[in-house]
């Protein structure tokens, strides 16, 4: 039984030895692959960007935007509230702020253009900075609507 193994130890040893080998530089930054099917690359829908984001969510997240503080009352008292207004785009006054406003504030660097009817039409008055007393200027509980610009 010892010269069975031996024998067949020997003649896997011989075969083994006489299969060629194939050696690989792997030190090479540059290996052969071989022939691979490359990805397709998807074609991007004309709203779509190379993130997948929409070009619609990607105009949102430019948006630039301020604040309008606007009161009820000559210099800066009674009801107040902060209006979060997106740049360029026309605004309505809701939530009881239709010919109210007494005093504004508009954020440094910003101007808005207010005005005496619905949808940015009408009579206009652009401000820049702080007007406590619109009164004054003839401006008081009558502004509809506005618009800021930077």
Partial sequence: ???????????????VSSLAVETRNTASSNIDLGVME???IPQLSSN???????????????????IV???????????HEALSSDLNHCYGLGNGWNDIISS???????????????????NTLTVRGDTPYLRTIGWS??????????
């Fill in 1 to 15: 039984m010892k010269f069975f193994t031996t024998f067949t130890t020997a003649a896997l040893m011989a075969t």
């Fill in 38 to 40: 490359l990805p397709v």
């Fill in 48 to 66: 779509e960007t190379a993130t997948g984001v929409s070009k619609r969510d990607v105009n949102l997240m430019k948006r630039e935007s301020m």
């Fill in 69 to 79: 503080d606007v009161w009820a009352d000559d210099n800066f008292s009674g009801r």
């Fill in 104 to 122: 504004l504030r508009v954020q440094s660097g910003y101007g808005c253009v207010f005005y005496v009817d619905s949808n940015c039409k009408g």
């Fill in 141 to 150: 509980d009558v502004i509809s609507s506005y618009l800021c610009y930077k």
